[in-house]
């Protein structure tokens, strides 16, 4: 490979829990109905793990569906980059406990934090490792767990999130107009809150000496309404921007996935940009927002479901926590 070497999808997998919990589940616990929750957010069940379940046993498997659909083994592996905010520990990091559950050689292995647009980070760090030719075979992981932070008094919340994994190999290819063709990447911390209050805020259980007394628990809250409006707007530039940028390479965009968090703002990012609504993956009724497994779960079942092939360029869009956004186009 003496050309230049950009960073392919080899294979695709994803694992959630067995556990499926209805909309109907959370009238027991708060008041809400599944009338209200389908209609507001088109969520109509969400997948929880059990008792021996965590990031790091979904993300494991995950990595074994990539692996076999990649035709690789853990052995060929250079590296693992996973993205997550409910790690099973602080240290070691969920990309070791994959490492060694699979079986890898000492490969480098790293976990980010970046919330719901963690797993379009993870995918660029590998890109980045690729293409200085480091490595030749990532495995790329988003994995989370929220139902172990929700708070089952707080409906705002407890009925958007649900767990999961995704994984994706990405292996260096010189083969041109193939691969990564673009990466969008931002972060505004300051636009994170309002005054004291985080527009999504996880309690860090180590090493925040003093949480706020109302927070002591270690739940995820959120301020939906201004986080509606933030995921709107950026989903919008996001989309546009790529819709430019496909223009510039001459390709078109077959399929968006975005970060499945409310099919209301989905819709309002479309209407917005007039992308076709029959070229966007959705299955957010089935899991919910699985945070940084999100994207990866789409785009696994969008592969093995035949809505894109290789040849199609698809866009990756995702917003969460931080606050952070991003955008991926990459060729299959
Ligand atoms: C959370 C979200 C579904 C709320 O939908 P919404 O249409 O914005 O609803 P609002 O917050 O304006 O609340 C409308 C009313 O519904 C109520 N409500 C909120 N959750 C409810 C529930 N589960 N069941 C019934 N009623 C509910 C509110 O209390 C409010 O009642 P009020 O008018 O009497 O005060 C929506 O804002 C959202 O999806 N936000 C983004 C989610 C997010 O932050 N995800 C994580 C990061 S990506």
């Not at 496909?246 to 819709?267: A, M, S, T």
């Amino acid at each position: 490979m003496n050309g230049s070497i950009t960073a392919a999808l080899r294979g695709t997998g994803c694992s959630v829990p067995d556990r499926v919990v209805p909309n109907d589940w959370f009238t027991s616990h708060v008041e809400t109905s599944d009338e209200w929750i389908r209609t507001r957010t088109g969520i109509c069940e969400r997948r929880f793990v059990g008792p021996n379940e965590t990031a790091g046993t979904l993300a494991v498997t995950a990595s074994r569906n990539a692996l076999a659909a990649a035709g690789l083994t853990a052995d060929d592996l250079d590296m693992i980059v996973c993205a997550t905010v409910t790690p099973d520990h602080m240290c070691p990091s969920t990309a070791c406990v994959v490492q060694a559950a699979l079986g890898c050689r000492t490969i480098p292995a790293m976990h980010l934090s970046v919330a719901c647009t963690g797993f379009l980070y993870a995918l660029s760090v590998a890109d980045q490792f690729i293409r200085t030719r480091s490595v030749r075979h990532v495995l790329v992981i988003g994995a989370d767990v929220l139902s172990r932070t929700i708070d089952l008094t707080d409906r705002n919340s407890c009925i958007l999130f649900g767990d999961g994994a995704g994984a994706v190999v990405l292996s260096a290819t010189d083969a041109r107009g193939h691969g990564i063709r673009s990466v969008k990447l931002f972060a505004d911390g300051s636009a994170g809150s309002i005054g004291a209050d985080k527009l999504i805020h996880l309690p860090a259980k180590v090493t925040l000496q003093q949480p706020p007394p109302e927070r002591q628990r270690n739940h995820i809250w959120l301020n939906g309404r201004e986080v509606f409006k933030f995921a709107v707007r950026r989903m919008i530039e996001l989309t546009q921007d790529a819709i430019d940028e496909c223009q510039r390479l001459g390709v078109e965009i077959k399929l968006l996935i975005p970060h499945q968090v409310n099919q209301r703002i989905i819709d309002a990012a479309l209407e917005q940009t007039g992308f076709p609504a029959d070229r966007v993956m959705v299955n957010l009724a089935n899991y919910g927002n699985t945070s940084g497994a999100s994207v990866p779960i789409a785009l696994d079942e969008a592969i093995r479901g035949g809505r894109a092939k290789v040849g199609d360029t698809i866009l990756l869009v995702a917003f969460g926590g931080g606050l952070t956004w991003g955008s991926v186009i990459l060729t299959l």
